[in-house]
């Protein structure tokens, strides 16, 4: 299995512009969750589907961020428009189950720069 | 609600010493819980799991967690730590609903010096 997938691996964009991040979970997987991370900040959930559909995204920090799930196999994240306070490196993760004994696999993430 | 806090932040050890990094975690239900460890530059990924049974779990590189009920934790351990096992490591509890998610610990860096 090539694991979960993500890309770009590296996004390096200007404040204003539109950034769209990319997932490929795991086959067989029905939960996704995004993910970011930085010093400050930690690991902090941003939103997570199940069955593709958004169950909570209260972790979106503005209405800046948007997350798709168009179907089982592929989810974006949108950052429209992008600011230097968004540069985090951002996971996603799937797992067989929402919650209880699943556990999550991460992608090898994104590094976002925004100048 | 459950929650977890990761006792340490940073976690200096010396090669070949033993360590123990702390988790505690609250909740009012079962609860599954969840080691996980990520490289400098890398994703997270499972370390170890306790879902029932033996309440000590070990992983295949050496590390092994108790979970412990009454006082609500699941401590990391290994008994000899090398270079390579620095990186930093998440706790994490689920509960055993459809209605919840994986809720991580804040993670506790382990620098392990020659």
Known sequence: DAGVIQSPRHEVTEMGQEVTLRCKPISGHNSLFWYRQTMMRGLELLIYFNNNVPIDDSGMPEDRFSAKMPNASFSTLKIQPSEPRDSAVYFCASSLGLAGPYEQYFGPGTRLTVT | ?114
Do not use: M
Not at chain 2, 21 to 26: H, K, P
Not at chain 2, 50 to 57: E, K, N, P
Not at chain 2, 80 to 107: L, M, P, Q, W
């Open chain 2, 1 to 114: 609600a459950q929650s977890v806090t990761q006792l340490d932040s940073q976690v200096p050890v010396f090669e070949e010493a033993p360590v123990e990094l702390r988790c505690n975690y609250s909740s009012s239900v079962s609860v599954y819980l969840f080691w996980y460890v990520q490289y400098p530059n890398q994703g997270l990924q499972l370390l170890l799991k306790y879902l029932s049974g033996s309440t000590l779990v070990e992983s295949i590189n050496g590390f092994e967690a108790e979970f412990n009920k009454s006082q609500t934790s699941f401590h990391l351990r290994k008994p000899s730590v090398h270079i390579s096992d620095t990186a930093e490591y998440f706790c994490a509890v689920s509960r055993n609903t459809n209605a919840g998610k994986s809720t991580f610990g804040d993670g506790t860096t382990l620098t392990v010096k020659p």
